[in-house]
């Protein structure tokens, strides 16, 4: 791709051309609101672990904590180290890390996230504008080919 965007006059196209058009749009804001919903559940993920990263840290004398065995099972435990949490950077790898590092990663990452979002939020209002004019011009063209019929 040489980065140049190409503009079409959508009053040219005929009603088949832009009704593929309308439904290419479609699957990409249904794509785009997928991956919103994703972006937005990995950010809540991060703040979850950013609360609980700065519990640790602001009980640091308290070494009892509950270690689930299941989803609704849970155990008394006693930690070894308080200084350290394990932190999962990625594709199942833990990195062990004092809670002042702990809790930046995940600040950045929560940060990250958001940014990340207001961008994706920009392009599917952008996306969602485009379809309701080739909505728009496509019954217009519908429309006025009824029109010529009668």
Known sequence: MSGKQETVNLESLDPQQLSQI???LDEELEHLTSSFTQLH???????DCLRCVQARSASQSSKSVLVPLTNSLYVNGDLTDTETVLVDVGTGFLVEKKLKSAEKFYD???????????????????????????????????????????
């Open 108 to 150: 950045g990452k929560v940060e990250e996230l958001g940014a990340n979002l207001k961008d994706l939020e920009l392009i599917v209002q952008r996306k969602q504008t485009n379809a309701r004019t080739v909505e728009e011009i496509l019954r217009q063209k519908l429309m006025a080919a009824q029109g010529s019929q009668s």
């Open 41 to 47: 559940a990995a950010q809540a993920k991060f703040r």
């Open 22 to 24: 309308k439904k290419q």
